[in-house]
């Protein structure tokens, strides 16, 4: 595994600053290749690789582009002969290009070609002088699901990365890595389930199929979609139409990690035996009805995976809808089409996750502005200190930017879905209550002589603390709201 490089005071500053800089260079110049590396780089060394990852991913997929003659080439063309234009002009080198001339992006590729072919020691021709920089975009990205321990995905990038580079040592031994620690991890899994207790399939995928990371809030946007004084009134209001006694206020319990900031359920006045203490179920309830309107939700979306004849399983996917009837995929209350009965199930695999990923992004497109305004996810940013949550980079970097690529979004151009973001909506979403529809059919909780073990066993039937009835209170209130 590649060592994780510790940065001192002076050095996390100059990497905020080239982090800003590198980012505002990527407003400016989206479809350059080596400009998402850079930055992948950058968030690598500040200890982000779910983001490092992300972006090393989109520099591999410009680079396709070009190789599959996709609908961006002609722009990844133009970018990289900036970029060498630029440096070229720095060192006087003059390109002698007329930029007032219509075919800009004409002149800059041939002199792109030209000044590559007079680099290159052995004459190689451009499409090989792609292939060597191909080759440290997939360092990048193996460098990052290393830090992230996806030993699938390092897997098939590694064979994907081989397939152009088979005699890469570095890339053999990355394939050895992963293959020998996926297989003792899987083996220890094996043996643990055989000598207890049959471990869920849901728990098995995610501890060999998927990586880990921490969620927390990125450092530049703590103050972007966190829990407001005006949500937290709203999420009253609507608690006070469930509950005479309950209401949602800071909490003097800090949690160790987090940013001192918390929220609780607290009662209002003494509650006496045999007094109710919820009196009907809050709005994100799962009902029994909604395991068939989500059935024909996903038959609505027939996917279909292809591959492309040139590269690899993993990059040159293809996630392609066949039925036509979009428009009306995010008016759909988020509640009614996805059960929370197998929430575990549905967020462990990349197939499904898609739906959700589908539903989410839909929303917040039809919605317009910035997806965290969005009134399904605003104002429910976490305060909480650090927790594991799985990853894998199909689930969370390619689905959903091939989803955005399917609504119409430039996945490099619009920074409104740039992959902080995206991590933060997909954290957002999977904080919604797990139980399933049974464990809720009865909404009525008196508190009788035995109130302690009642109020637990309520709080096992709702499988979430008092933060986590705040956290659903808020998103029920503000999406209604804005329905």
């Given at each position: 595994?590649?060592?994780?490089?510790?940065l001192n005071?002076?050095q996390?500053?100059s990497?905020r600053?080239?982090?800003r800089?590198?980012?505002q260079?990527?407003?400016?110049?989206p479809?350059?290749p080596?400009?998402?590396?850079?930055?992948?780089e950058i968030l690598?060394d500040?200890?982000?690789?779910e983001?490092?990852a992300?972006?090393?991913?989109?520099?591999?997929a410009l680079?396709n582009?070009?190789f599959?003659?996709?609908?961006?080439?002609s722009?990844v063309w133009f970018?990289?002969?900036?970029?060498?234009?630029?440096?070229?002009?720095?060192e006087?080198i003059s390109?002698n290009?007329?930029?007032?001339?219509?075919?800009?992006?004409?002149q800059?590729?041939?002199?792109?070609?030209?000044?590559?072919?007079?680099?290159?020691?052995?004459?190689?021709?451009l499409?090989?002088?792609?292939?060597?920089?191909?080759?440290?975009?997939?360092a990048?990205l193996?460098?990052?699901?290393?830090h992230?321990r996806?030993f699938?995905d390092?897997?098939?990038?590694?064979?994907?990365a081989l397939?152009?580079?088979?005699?890469?040592?570095?890339?053999?031994?990355?394939?050895?890595?992963a293959?020998?620690?996926?297989e003792?991890?899987?083996?220890?899994?094996?043996?643990?389930s055989?000598?207890?207790?049959?471990?869920?399939?849901?728990?098995?995928?995610?501890?060999?199929?998927m990586?880990k990371?921490l969620i927390?809030?990125?450092?530049?946007?703590?103050?972007i979609?966190?829990r407001t004084?005006?949500?937290?009134?709203?999420?009253?209001?609507?608690?006070?139409?469930c509950?005479?006694?309950?209401?949602?206020k800071?909490?003097?319990?800090?949690?160790?990690?987090?940013d001192d900031?918390?929220?609780?359920?607290?009662?209002?006045?003494d509650?006496?035996?045999?007094?109710?203490?919820?009196e009907?179920?809050?709005?994100?309830a799962?009902?029994a009805?909604?395991?068939?309107?989500?059935?024909?939700?996903?038959?609505?979306?027939?996917w279909?995976?292809?591959?492309?004849?040139?590269g690899?399983?993993?990059?040159?996917?293809?996630?392609r809808?066949r039925?036509?009837?979009?428009p009306?995929?995010?008016?759909?209350?988020?509640?009614?089409?996805?059960?929370?009965?197998?929430?575990n199930?549905?967020?462990g695999?990349?197939?499904?996750?898609?739906?959700i990923?589908l539903?989410?992004?839909?929303i917040?497109?039809q919605?317009?502005g910035h997806?965290?305004?969005?009134?399904?996810?605003?104002?429910?940013?976490?305060?909480?200190a650090?927790?594991?949550?799985?990853w894998?980079l199909e689930?969370?970097?390619i689905v959903?930017?091939e989803?955005?690529?399917?609504?119409?979004?430039?996945i490099f151009?619009?920074?409104?879905?740039?992959?902080?973001v995206?991590?933060t909506l997909?954290?957002v979403?999977?904080?919604?209550p797990?139980t399933?529809?049974?464990?809720?059919?009865?909404?009525?909780?008196?508190i009788?002589k035995?109130?302690?073990?009642?109020?637990?066993?309520?709080?096992?039937?709702?499988n979430?603390d008092?933060g986590?009835m705040?956290?659903?209170?808020?998103?029920?209130?503000v999406?209604?709201?804005?329905?």
């Open positions: 595994m590649q060592p994780f490089r510790s005071a002076k996390v500053e990497h600053e080239k982090l800089v590198s980012t260079t990527l407003k400016n110049f479809h350059t080596e400009h998402w590396r850079t930055r992948s690598l500040l200890g982000f690789p983001l490092a992300a972006d090393a991913y989109k520099a591999i680079i582009h070009v599959d003659g996709g609908a961006l080439r722009k970018g990289m002969g900036m970029l060498m234009w630029i440096r070229d002009m720095a006087g390109w290009v007329d930029f007032s001339e219509a075919d800009l992006a004409t800059m590729v041939g002199w792109l070609k030209y000044e590559r072919k007079l680099a290159c020691v052995f004459g190689c021709t499409g090989e002088w792609l292939l060597l920089k191909q080759r440290s975009r997939y990048q193996l460098f990052a699901l290393d992230l996806s699938r390092i897997k098939g990038i590694s064979a994907e397939e152009n580079y088979p005699d890469e040592s570095g890339f053999i031994t990355y394939q050895r890595y293959t020998e620690s996926y003792t991890n899987r083996k220890n899994i094996d043996d643990l055989a000598d207890s207790y049959r471990i869920p399939e849901q728990v098995v995928w995610r501890a060999t199929e990586g990371i927390r809030t990125y450092p530049w946007a703590t103050n979609n966190a004084e005006q949500s937290i009134n709203a999420a009253n209001e609507a608690l006070a139409k509950s005479k006694v309950l209401r949602i800071r909490s003097t319990l800090i949690v160790p990690g987090s900031i918390s929220y609780g359920l607290f009662a209002t006045k509650i006496h035996a045999d007094e109710v203490v919820l009907n179920r809050p709005a994100l799962a009902k009805s909604q395991l068939e309107q989500h059935e024909k939700l996903l038959d609505s979306l027939v279909k995976r292809e591959m492309e004849p040139e690899s399983a993993r990059t040159a996917k293809i996630l809808r039925t036509t009837t979009l009306n995929v995010g008016r759909i209350s988020h509640a009614s089409t996805l059960p929370h009965k197998e929430r199930v549905i967020q695999g990349p197939e499904i996750s898609g739906v990923w539903r989410l992004l839909a917040c497109k919605g317009g997806p965290l305004q969005s009134p399904l996810v605003a104002n429910l940013a976490s305060h909480e650090n927790a594991e949550d799985p894998s689930a969370r970097v959903p930017l989803i955005l690529e399917m609504l119409g979004v430039d151009s619009n920074q409104e879905y740039d992959a902080w995206l991590e997909w954290y979403c999977q904080s919604l797990n399933s529809a049974d464990e809720r059919s009865t909404h009525v909780y008196p009788g035995n109130s302690e073990s009642t109020l637990q066993a309520m709080k096992k039937k709702w979430m008092a986590l705040a956290h659903m209170q808020c998103l029920t209130i999406a209604k709201t804005h329905q």
